[in-house]
């Protein structure tokens, strides 16, 4: 397990042997049996380094006494083997400090460090990293100039930053560094540091498990901090054999010891933190492709896996943490619309699970930061998600596994970050049909207790002349007596017309909903010829009631996965999820406002003289009349100057994007929330994703439908006239792609996932005609077309 010492031993089963592979305490155990069963020969103690014994005591009396390290006495023993040209002395410290962990806690102290310069010996190390340190502060330069400037841009917004103080940690990451960059270029010493984290894992998970050596002493900590700093453990060994036990330890560390650590990496450099997200997720990539998983066998009982995403879920929140953060600008939770009916469990005499309210991960509240709050991460979100982990995941158990929050089986999505979009709304539609399969019974069991009228759908019956009027009348009925029922699978029907809705009458419904309320001669919506956006009309003069229908529709459509063609800024989506607007969400929203605002900060002149505004600002109502608004009090009589111009912008961001709006806004999250309020939306998507969930992608790759396109009544990929169509079809331009599609599935966009991911069926119209007949389907819906060759 140690080695004879000799970096040129030959001998196959010693661990100084190059290419000797790590074994644990029991096979080694089985191993030394054998050998001794074969009476193999032992190594001889290894003294090209020193002639004798007695000379390498005289030489090195304190060289076995030495029980930790620091960078001074790395480089002493180092200069001492360069000098004799055999690294064993110092392979075989690195070996014992490495492997032990009370050795490991304790080297590296701040406390009992002494750098290196103090040395004339070690100068020619230092002189070595003169060029790299440059570099370094180059960049960290750079990086400081870069967060200043962001947060110049934040604090025209007002927002409250999460800026962390420095966290304290006795351990010198910088020596630590140094020390590895010196070492990890001698491929012995490599071995070296391999074989000790293999041997110190085993004691270390049981520290944790058993002992709770953090809690007594925090120190303890230094041990992973000082194993990743070591660049090599992206390294085919690594991930093999140390990774995952180091994996399995670290994901055992108490909740205090994650936050402190997260915090800690957080500070790092975006490099390091890049670094580190790398070497986890390639763990997890080289653990799933090199095995297999299947209903059986799951990807959720692989530790390795397992625990290599709960240790890349603290170099997530380092990510959130080290970027631009507004942990204010929220907006204000408005209590949930209880159901005046018994639920099942209710019924049943158990308690609803739902009343515990939304799911709030541990180390996020124990770091009191939100996904929502980082505006922009160091890295961005989608380098975290592993498409290999997502390919193999069964999307069905591990959503069982997530609602039954069981601590025997771990869900991906307590590590949202992980998963792609796709993968997440399919988590979404099983919480969708579960809720609704639930509504079901509930109203089964209400006929048979109560005696009323099954109704176990939500059924509208709406005119086309009066969509909007039929439609607000019967849902707002709904939500005042039993908002539940919103969660009940949608049927509509519209009145003097057949058909059953299989969701293609849904789509037209929820489609003339929105044309009629986006109508500008409506007056609830502005439209932005530039953007083409719509935003809230602050002069609305309609109701409450019909934004409220509007958020119910928007609910819906997720709940009954349609996709909808609704255009509006990412702030819309940002307020849904609980952040207000500031003056950096008008760039999509308002980019005109938002470029004045930026020259306004920007201005280098004397502002209060040469732009003679005051925090009192004009618009324009319904019709075309100026309204005045004080952003402060006797706004009219305080003028803007270069010192109070960041909190003009910032009053005004607030004041387009929140106040202006309130009502309009308020009444349209109240009925989203009324559809979506239980489901686990919040804590699995990022706005943008809510965005892509209602509206579908842009991004449309007809070559990825053909592939997924299936053939019935006799055609097949290889006709001439499938050919044809396909060669046709893929000529369109990008309008007449969109036209095509709209015609096929009644929308232009893509679904979650992109076009690979809509099934579409060719078929014949019937046995003697070469006429197309079409059917696609998005999850469960279908869609039959007809289409003349």
Not at 37 to 66: I, Q, W, Y
Not at 274 to 303: C, K
Not at 384 to 411: A, G, I, Q, R
Request: overall charge negative.
């Amino acid at each position: 397990t140690e080695g004879c010492g000799n970096g040129a031993c030959t001998n196959e089963f010693c661990a100084s042997c190059l290419g000797f592979q790590p074994l644990d305490h029991n096979t080694a155990a089985i191993r030394a049996l054998e050998l001794y069963k074969m009476n193999a020969k032992l190594c001889g103690r290894h003294s090209a380094a020193f002639p004798d014994n007695s000379s390498a005591k005289e030489t090195h009396p304190t060289l076995l006494e030495v029980h930790y390290l620091t960078e001074e006495k790395v480089y002493e023993i180092l200069s001492i083997c360069e000098g004799k040209k055999d690294y064993s002395p110092l392979i075989r410290v690195i070996g014992r400090i490495f492997s032990s962990a009370d050795g490991l806690v304790q080297s590296f102290r701040k406390d009992k460090e002494q750098h290196p310069n103090t040395k004339e010996q070690h100068k020619t190390h230092q002189a070595k990293d003169e060029d790299k340190d440059e570099d370094d502060k180059e960049r960290t330069t750079a990086m400081e100039q870069e967060s200043e400037a962001s947060a110049s841009m934040e604090g025209a917004t007002g927002s409250t930053e999460n800026r962390l103080g420095p966290v304290e940690v006795s351990v010198d990451i910088e020596a630590v560094r140094r020390v590895y960059d010196r070492l990890l270029s001698n491929e012995k010493m490599e071995s070296a540091f391999l074989n000790a984290l293999v041997y110190l894992t085993p004691n270390v998970e049981l520290d944790l498990t058993y002992l709770d050596v953090y809690d007594t002493n925090p120190d303890y900590l230094n041990i992973f901090i000082i194993v990743m700093e070591n660049s090599s453990l992206h390294s085919p060994e690594y991930l093999e054999m140390a990774m995952p036990l180091f994996c399995k330890c670290m994901s055992k560390l108490p909740l205090p010891a994650l936050a402190k650590l997260t915090r800690l990496w957080s500070q790092y450099s975006v490099e390091h933190i890049r670094r580190m997200m790398e070497t986890f997720q390639q763990l997890i990539t080289y653990t799933v492709i090199s095995n297999e998983y299947d209903s059986d066998s799951l990807v959720n009982d692989d530790e390795c896996v397992v625990a290599a995403a709960k240790c890349l879920k603290l170099v997530f929140y380092a990510n959130v943490l080290g970027g631009d953060l507004d942990t204010g600008h929220n907006e204000e939770e408005e209590p949930a619309s209880e159901s005046s009916e018994l639920t099942l469990q209710e019924l049943l005499g158990e308690e609803r699970s739902s009343k515990k309210g939304p799911r709030v991960d541990p180390l996020e509240k124990e770091l009191g930061v939100r996904t929502l709050d980082c505006r922009r991460p160091l890295i961005p979100f989608e380098e975290f998600v592993n498409e290999p982990l997502n390919d193999v995941l069964e999307m069905d158990k591990d959503f069982t596994f997530f609602k039954v929050d069981s601590e025997s089986k771990f869900s991906f999505q307590s590590c949202p970050f992980i998963l792609n979009a796709c993968t997440k709304s399919l988590g979404l539609y099983y919480d969708n049909r579960i809720s609704m399969y639930s509504e079901r019974r509930i109203t089964a069991l209400y006929s048979l207790v109560q005696g009323q009228q099954l109704n176990p759908y939500l059924r509208l019956k709406v005119r086309r002349d009066h969509i909007i009027d039929d439609a607000l009348v019967r849902l707002e009925m709904i939500a005042m007596e039993n908002p539940a029922d919103l969660r009940k699978q949608l049927f509509v029907e519209f009145e003097g017309e057949q058909g059953v809705d299989e969701g293609g009458v849904s789509k037209e419904f929820f489609q003339l909903v929105l044309e009629e309320m986006f109508n500008p001669d409506i007056g609830m919506f502005t439209y932005d010829e530039s953007t083409k956006l719509f935003w809230y009309n602050p002069s609305s003069l309609e109701n409450e009631a019909q934004f409220t229908l509007i958020g119910i529709v928007l609910g819906l459509a997720i709940y009954n996965n349609c996709i909808l063609d609704v255009h509006f800024p990412m702030v819309v989506y940002r307020k849904l999820m609980g952040k207000k607007g500031t003056y950096l969400d008008l760039t999509d929203s308002h980019p005109v406002l938002y470029q004045s605002l930026r020259e306004l900060l920007d201005y280098e002149g004397d502002v209060e003289e040469d732009m003679m505004i005051t925090f009192q600002i004009s618009q324009t109502d319904l019709f075309g009349d100026p309204i005045t608004y004080d952003l402060k009090e006797n706004g009219d009589k305080i003028p803007v100057n270069a010192d109070n111009r960041k909190e003009f912008v910032s009053l005004y961001g607030d004041y387009i994007l929140n106040k202006s709006v309130e009502r309009q806004f308020k009444a349209f999250r109240r009925g989203f929330q009324m559809v979506t309020n239980e489901s686990p939306l919040k804590c699995l998507f990022r706005p943008e994703e809510v965005e892509l969930l209602i509206c579908g992608s842009r991004n449309l790759d007809f070559q990825a439908l053909e592939e997924t396109t299936e053939y019935d009544g006799g055609y097949s990929k290889d006709c001439r006239i499938i050919k044809d169509f396909w060669e046709t079809v893929h000529s369109f331009g990008e309008e007449d792609k969109r036209l095509f599609l709209q015609f096929t599935t009644g929308t232009d966009r893509a679904p979650v996932g992109g076009l690979g991911k809509l099934k579409m069926i060719i078929a014949k119209n019937g046995p003697d005609t070469d006429s197309l007949f079409f059917f696609t389907f998005i999850t469960n819906k279908k869609i039959a077309l007809y289409l003349t060759r």
